[in-house]
């Protein structure tokens, strides 16, 4: 069983800033990445970040290049995402995910958290 829970969301003014956890627990034998994503209402889910892990942080989305910036505390199971700047086009569910072996030998397996509301208000 693995569970991931994200935490930070909340409702904010244009130009505020907030930090977005999510924590993975459970039988975990490695987390090879863990990322964020975002659903906006009337729109599809949009790969917002990602790191790998022993690499590379990524922040693919064209819409939030230079506001947001991705984490990670591989000790805690932890990944965060920094969005400052906030815009009311950032309205969304934020959901963390997690790439990971339950045991050695395993395939991958994909674990979603529950998603946090963000809210930027206009």
């Known amino acids: 069983q693995v569970q991931l829970v994200e935490s930070g969301g909340g409702l904010v003014q244009p130009g505020e800033s907030l930090r977005l956890s999510c924590a993975a627990s459970?039988?975990?034998?490695?987390?090879?990445?863990m990322g964020w994503y975002r659903q906006a209402p009337g729109k599809e889910r949009e790969l917002l970040a990602i790191?790998?892990?022993?690499?590379?942080?990524?922040v693919p989305a064209e819409s939030v290049k230079g506001r947001f910036t991705i984490s990670r505390d591989s000790a805690k199971n932890t990944v965060y995402l920094e969005m400052n700047n906030l815009k009311p086009e950032d309205t969304a569910v934020y959901y963390c995910?997690?790439?990971?072996?339950?045991?050695?030998?395993?395939?991958?397996?994909?674990?979603w958290g529950q998603g946090t509301q963000v809210t930027v208000s206009s």
């Open positions: 995910n997690a790439d990971i072996f339950l045991y050695d030998g395993s395939p991958r397996s994909v674990h």
């Open positions: 459970g039988s975990i034998f490695r987390i090879n990445s």
């Open positions: 790191s790998i892990t022993g690499g590379a942080l990524h």
